[in-house]
T-cell receptor
Framework: DGGITQSPKYLFRKEGQNVTLSCEQN?????MYWYRQDPGQGLRLIYY???????QKGDIAEGYSVSREKKESFPLTVTSAQKNPTAFYLC????????????????FGSGTRLTVV | GDSVTQMEGPVTLSEEAFLTINCTYT??????LFWYVQYPGEGLQLLLK?????DKGSNKGFEATYRKETTSFHLEKGSVQVSDSAVYFC?????????????FGTGTLLAVQP
């Protein structure tokens, strides 16, 4: 069955370290998204990509970077510039760049919980 | 800009009770509206949606009606079960635009007791 795979499920980061969260989908979806979830704050958009080799900043992009070299993959790097990275990170995708979310909604991965130690 | 407001939780109910989780929105034109559910430790799953005014979305006994006049999309279920315990998110996609960005509410935790 198709879906989105996020790895690892749990990740620990030391101060000053960069870490990369993986997101892979085999749904042939065009658009992919990264959200951060904090208790009581819902989901906040970090970055999104509508096509390969193109991506845009979301509402809280500072301290994060992404790449979209393949349609299937949209990794998120949490850099040392992100001062409060402890959170639950969710990757999502949808079929097309424009009308997909209306018809199909988003498909979400199961998330990565990042903790600073 | 567009926004979604949900009732704050937690909402605690006994099994077989009636559920309402309020959701109102601010947006220009006619956005599409969604309810997502998140079970503990998991990602979000689409529960139901409505793409135009007066549409009713339904799934697994849950319903929500798109009310343009009150800018609302309240989630209801006639008889909740313990297995419905989860966090519920209301979301919207703005009308028009060139992207599929969804705007989420803050989520409402539902706890159903046996």
């Amino acid at each position: 069955d198709g879906g989105i795979t996020q790895s690892p499920k749990y990740l620990f980061r030391k101060e000053g370290q960069n870490v990369t969260l993986s997101c892979e989908q085999n749904l042939n979806h065009d658009a992919m998204y990264w959200y951060r979830q904090d208790p009581g704050q819902g989901l906040r958009l970090i970055y999104y990509s509508q096509i390969v080799n193109d991506f845009q900043k979301g509402d809280i992009a500072e301290g994060y970077s992404v790449s979209r070299e393949k349609k299937e993959s949209f990794p998120l790097t949490v850099t040392s510039a992100q001062k409060n990275p402890t959170a639950f990170y969710l990757c999502a995708s949808t079929k097309s760049r424009t009308g997909g979310a209306n018809t199909y909604g988003y498909t979400f991965g199961s998330g990565t919980r990042l903790t600073v130690v | 800009g567009d926004s979604v407001t949900q009732m704050e939780g937690p909402v605690t109910l006994s099994e077989e009770a009636f559920l309402t989780i309020n959701c109102t929105y601010t947006a220009t034109g006619y956005p599409s509206l969604f309810w997502y559910v998140q079970y503990p430790g998991e990602g979000l799953q689409l529960l139901l949606k409505a793409t135009k005014a007066d549409d009713k979305g339904s799934n697994k006994g849950f319903e929500a009606t798109y009310r343009k006049e009150t800018t609302s999309f309240h989630l209801e279920k006639g008889s909740v079960q313990v297995s419905d315990s989860a966090v519920y998110f209301c979301a919207l996609k703005g009308a028009g635009g060139a992207t599929n960005k969804l705007i989420f509410g803050t989520g409402t935790l539902l706890a159903v007791q046996p």
